[in-house]
């Protein structure tokens, strides 16, 4: 059994990097251990994907990452009847394959799914951790090494796509936010090479144009657009064309908008 610890660490070169905030990874360690489902919130871009990557590799784990949208239906999941040289053959889908085999099972962004998704997660997020097939007959019994992850993010959330109270209430949860701002300049400077001086105006701007989500813009932008910026900025770009592209066009259409978020980049950034 892999031993708890209090922090994550990049051991080796094939586990992505992550920096925690908190006791998120000693939390995952006890959900896996505890064959407990685990829920992840929080705005797009802050490391909820990353994470999860992170702890799958440092538990020696498979992980499986479906990004789930409107058309996802639970036979996108669990599996369908397929033509293969002429014979009619049951092809197993993601979730199917992790419950057989072990891992970890990632449905990033849960709630585009569509309504099914949820039926066929219930049976897997209880004591029974069973996934049952109802084509083949089947009723899979998940293996200890079998995790469920999900993420959503709160914001984006309305009446016609929101998670349950009744399905939040049978997972562990845990939320994410964009860190605190000396440790996502250095996040951002180790992920883009940038130096952390170079990098600290950039996560000003950011933090700034977070504070305008919900009136002119629908998100703020996210650690990953830094590090998209800062990557530009450090191949030679210049910084007013790097944030254009990365902190600015992303994140509206609006030409009224993006003047006025140009300004404030311009005020930030001198």
């Known amino acids: 059994m892999t031993k708890l610890t209090n922090r994550c660490e990049q051991v080796s070169l094939d586990i992505p990097p992550y920096i925690p905030s908190g006791e998120e990874c000693r939390l995952f360690e006890m959900a896996w251990m505890r064959q407990l489902p685990l829920l992840l919130k929080g705005p797009t871009g802050c490391g909820k994907t990353r994470f999860v990557s992170h702890m799958a590799a440092r538990l020696g784990l498979p992980l499986s990452t479906v990004s789930c949208h409107d058309d996802l239906a639970a036979a996108d999941l669990t599996g369908r009847y397929l033509l293969k040289g002429g014979d ?55 293996p200890p090494g079998f995790m469920l992850v999900v993420s959503y993010n709160p914001g ?21 936010d964009f860190l605190p701002k000396a440790q996502e300049i250095a996040v951002v400077s180790v992920e883009s090479g940038l130096d952390e001086a170079r990098v600290a105006p950039l996560v000003d701007l950011a933090r700034r144009l977070r504070s305008l989500r919900g009136h002119d813009i629908e998100e703020g932008v996210s650690t990953r657009l830094l590090v998209y910026c800062a990557c530009l900025i450090d191949s030679g770009m210049s910084v007013k064309d790097a944030v254009r592209a990365a902190m600015i066009e992303p994140l509206t259409d609006d030409p009224d908008v993006k003047t006025a978020l140009v300004e404030v980049a311009n005020a930030v950034i001198a």
Do not use: M
């Open 156 to 176: 984006y959330q309305n009446i016609l796509k929101a998670l349950k109270p009744s399905t939040k209430q049978r997972f562990v949860s845990i939320e994410f």
């Open 88 to 142: 009619t053959v049951w092809v197993d889908g993601p979730l199917t394959r992790a419950v057989r085999d072990g891992g970890v099972c990632y449905l990033d962004e849960v709630v585009e799914a569509r309504k099914d998704v949820a039926v066929v997660l219930h049976p897997l997020t209880d004591d029974r951790r069973i996934l049952p097939l109802d084509r083949t007959g089947e009723e899979i019994a998940a």
